[in-house]
């Protein structure tokens, strides 16, 4: 499976984006999927993941600002974040694991997209 993300950018502080991860390949989509970011110097941060029925969990920093969801059929998982901080500014991963459910850990994701920056400004 590959997948690819898209829908980074610049914004304010308060400013939202939307990110959209298309898979190509197998599907992946019936299992774990989550948004990871990272910025230089340290380790690769789960953001939110959602499970093979839906069930979503959420990073403590981002939660009640971001919305994980799926489209199953069209192999497309989005990440809506709004009020945004400075400090959600890093490069923003897709990844699906094998299994249903799973932890929101890197080490549980084995497939990954290259990346999308998302830079949020004072």
């Known amino acids: 499976a590959q997948l690819a993300e898209s829908g980074g950018g610049s914004v304010q502080t308060g400013g939202s984006l939307s990110l959209t991860c298309k898979g190509s390949?197998?599907?992946?989509?019936?299992?774990?999927m989550g948004w990871f970011r990272q910025v230089p110097g340290k380790d690769r941060e789960g953001v939110a993941g959602?499970?093979?029925?839906?069930?979503?969990n959420y990073a403590d920093s981002v939660k009640g600002r971001f919305t994980i969801s799926r489209d199953i059929a069209k192999n497309t998982l989005f990440l809506q974040m709004n009020s945004l901080k400075p400090e959600d500014t890093a490069m923003y991963y897709c990844?699906?694991?094998?299994?249903?459910?799973?932890?929101?850990?890197?080490?549980?994701?084995?497939?990954w997209g290259q990346g999308t920056q998302v830079t949020v400004s004072s």
């Open positions: 990844a699906a694991s094998s299994f249903k459910t799973a932890p929101l850990k890197a080490s549980f994701f084995g497939h």
């Open positions: 390949g197998s599907s992946v989509y019936d299992l774990e």
């Open positions: 959602i499970a093979n029925d839906g069930t979503s």
